[in-house]
T-cell receptor
């Protein structure tokens, strides 16, 4: 069983551009969550997808959007990039968010720098 | 809104000393509480969860609903315990800011 993978590892964009980050969940995991981790901070919940539908969203504007595909892959899209979007973006997959205390398995993250 | 507070950003102890990483939370209802750990150059991973009530790598954490705390403890710290520790809550995890634990030889 392979772990959660993310691509790319690093990315540099300029303000106003759009970016797509990708995640491949563990096989059989129906739930994927995305987190933003600014330097020196704990991860912040962006949104969660369950069986290809958005299933909860944190305090992030609509320019942060996502997709989840049947093949256990998912995307995080950010439009109109701002300097404050510079952060490590983590994806985490889990079997089923409805299971109490379900463990989330994290990817290594994508480091996004906005200039 | 749920919230997690880890009051210590940095904690340094000597090998063999007891260690306690503090975590306080605010949550309405019955909280699902976790400790996640990130060792150097590794990804974030689950250390333990409140429901399991077991010791993982010598660590335990007790939920105190009266004090809304979920402190992580280990009686004898080891150098390999040096890492960033995050307390978190919920099925859509809310994390604290983390405590960087350093265990000195």
């Amino acid at each position: 069983e392979t772990g959660v993978t993310q691509s790319p590892t690093h990315l540099i964009k300029t303000r106003g551009q759009q970016v797509t980050l990708r995640c491949s969940s563990q096989s059989g995991h129906n739930t994927v969550s995305w987190y933003q981790q600014a330097l020196g901070q704990g991860p912040q919940f962006i949104f969660q997808y369950y069986r290809e539908e958005e299933n909860g969203r944190g305090n992030f504007p609509p320019r942060f959007s996502g997709l989840q595909f049947p093949n256990y892959s998912s995307e995080l899209n950010v439009n109109a990039l701002e300097l404050d979007d510079s952060a490590l973006y983590l994806c985490a997959s889990s079997l089923d968010w409805q299971e109490p205390y379900n463990e989330q398995f994290f990817g290594p993250g994508t480091r996004l720098t906005v200039l | 809104a749920q919230r997690v507070t880890q009051p210590e950003k940095l904690l340094s102890v000597f090998k063999g000393a007891p260690v306690e990483l503090k975590c306080n939370y605010s949550y309405s209802g019955s909280p699902e509480l976790f400790w996640y750990v990130q060792y150097s150059r590794q990804r974030l991973q689950l250390l333990l969860r409140h429901i399991s009530r077991e010791s993982i790598k010598g660590f335990t954490a007790d939920l105190n609903k009266g004090e809304t705390s979920f402190h992580l403890k280990k009686p004898f710290a080891q150098e390999e315990d040096s890492a960033m520790y995050y307390c978190s809550i919920g099925s859509r995890l809310t994390f604290g800011e983390g405590t960087q634990l350093t265990v000195n030889p």
